[in-house]
């Protein structure tokens, strides 16, 4: 044995240990450090939403709405004397339909994250690279559909043809993903898709007019509202610029910076 192995046996001096990028992956993050990739999930949020209502009429996020609305379907169904009721399966409830089906269908997914561990850093790249393919595979069928992105009537939605019902379904299926992911999280952002409880517990915090302190129970859902609405709006602005298929497209480029942003979230302490 060398003399510096032996003063270092001598010393209890262990070797450190060597860094592993798999290990690094395996690692549980801190909920409370993701407010930047949550962040940006709620600006998808937003900019999904908007390019699906925008065609259809369907928000890709609302799924209380798009079950409300099969309800409302059902219902005519016994409206009028027989032999006058309207038995026709509008095409607005078939994309409410597929929307609904395709995000529990994303949302499906997450039985895997809970397999590996909802936390673990491993997880959270490849969810959101799951978002990722699906927000790419609806950019390319919505741009093979040839159907234009902005519809002038909710009686008159754009995406009429089986691949713009495929691009909806992709759309769906990949806020579903997010959607689980945020919910295993549990932070103040909850599931990154509906706000509805957001702003619940935002008027009500206890401190909500203490503006001059920091209060990560009021700022951080204030950044999950503010970070939806701009997301509309930019999807909105691009859909009008250059097309849904660029619009989609555009969004697999902020999916990707998401995921990498995992990256760098710290360890869980």
Avoid at 108 to 122: E, Q, S
């Amino acid at each position: 044995m060398a003399p510096q192995d032996t003063n270092d046996a001598e010393q209890g001096l262990a070797a450190p240990p060597k860094f592993s990028f798999f290990s690094y992956l395996l690692e549980d993050v801190d909920p409370e450090e993701c407010v930047s990739p949550l962040t940006g999930y709620c600006f998808m949020t937003g900019y999904i939403d908007a390019l699906s209502f925008s065609a259809v009429f369907v928000w890709c996020g609302f799924q209380t709405g798009n079950f409300a609305q099969l309800a409302l379907a059902l219902a005519r169904l016994f409206e009028g004397p027989p032999g006058q009721r309207d038995e026709t399966f509008h095409i607005a409830d078939r994309q409410a339909l597929t929307s609904l089906l395709s995000f529990n269908a994303g949302a499906f997914v997450g039985r895997l994250g809970d397999r590996i561990g909802a936390h673990k850093r491993i997880w959270l790249i490849f969810a959101t690279f799951l978002q990722v393919l699906m927000t790419m595979a609806a950019a390319v069928t919505i741009f093979k559909s040839g159907q234009p992105g902005v519809a002038d009537a909710r009686a008159l939605p754009t995406w009429t043809n089986t691949l713009s019902f495929v691009c909806l379904a992709f759309m769906s299926a990949s806020l579903g993903v997010q959607g689980i992911v945020g919910k295993r999280l549990n932070t103040q952002f909850t599931t990154t898709i509906v706000l509805t409880t957001v702003w619940v517990e935002l008027v009500n915090d206890p401190k909500l007019f203490q503006f001059m302190h920091k209060v990560k129970t009021r700022d951080h859902k204030l950044i999950a509202a503010a970070a939806l609405f701009l997301g509309a709006f930019v999807g909105r602005a691009l859909l009008g610029a250059i097309g849904a298929p660029g619009a989609l497209g555009i969004g697999c480029g902020v999916r990707v910076i998401i995921m990498l942003s995992w990256i760098f979230v710290p360890k869980k302490k």
